[in-house]
């Protein structure tokens, strides 16, 4: 099926390509990210892919089913940027890569965990200039120390298993309990683990309930010096919030792989530029903060998994066909 592929980088058209070829899909690859001037590009085209940061937003939808769009298949796991009611208004199939690669997102979150503590990245800059000074990265054992897991569904779940493997004490927190966190960790109230660990990993989906779930309030009752990351969506975390918490000491240390107000600035190089965004360059500055741009997904894994689910998608949406993967309004599947 001929489908516009927005948001495509290199890497993207490394992955995706062969995978249409092997699937006969036609792929027709643009750079820019969909927005409503964008859309237009895909008129004609029956379907599209698209990424995180393209906003599916209720006017975009519009313009697509205008173009003849009838398919949208989301290169990732998240959908919170679609608004599922204009979709299905269209009547437009939407589908998604529901797993690729937990253990991606999970290791990287581990890894920021232990790039915040024992400071690599200040190592790596100091030993390159002859400093082999050790004051100023001292770290803490991640043995015996309390973590909590907010979400605990196949990411989170691996995040545990990890957390585990340390030595960490590690608290559960999900609507819906995952068995196989079983004998990993302890299920407790939300309130609890908020105010008991001392690592905190933010691994729910983004919607309505869990938006601002890190905010100056639940900030307040966390242990102090606690270590926050979030690899999940960065509406989940208020960043002005945190930035407060940051100044005060309450948060000891901050690992962000996906912030709010990301879609203008990640994926891109942006080295040339005034960054306009004050509350992102604020974070930058702090020296307990760690930022990576929506990276967490980003193995060869992950991309060759992307790249196969998307295509059997296509594939599906343009047979009519049942689709486990599809996103409806009112809940998945
Ligand atoms: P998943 O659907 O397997 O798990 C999400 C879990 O969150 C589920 O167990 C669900 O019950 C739980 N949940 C729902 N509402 C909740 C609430 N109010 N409080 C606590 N838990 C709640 O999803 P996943 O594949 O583990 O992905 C988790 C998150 O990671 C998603 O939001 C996704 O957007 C994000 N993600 C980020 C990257 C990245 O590169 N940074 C890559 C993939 C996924």
Redo the contacts with the bound molecule.
Sequence with gaps: MRTAVFSTKSYDRHYLEPAAVRSGHELVFFEPRLTPATAVLARDFPAICSFVNDALTADVLASLAAGGTRFVALR???F?QVDLEAAAKHAMRVARV???S?Y??AE?TVGMMLALNRKYHKAYNRVREGNFAIDGLLGFDMHGRTAGV???????AIVAQLLAAFGCQVLL????E?AECQGIGRYVP?DELIATAEIITL?????P??RY?VNRESIARMQRGVMLIN???GGLVDAPAAIEGLKSGQIGYLGL??YEEEADLFFEDHSDRVIQDDVLSRLLTFPNVLVTS?????TETALTQIAEVTMGNLTAMEQGAELQNEVRAGGRK
């Design positions: 990732c796991a998240g919170n529901p797993a690729y937990p991606a997102v990287h907010i979400g605990t569904g196949k990411i989170g927190y999900d609507v819906h995952n939300l691994h729910c989906p983004l919607m309930a869990t779930l690899t999940s969506r792989d996906v929506h990276q967490a997904f980003f």
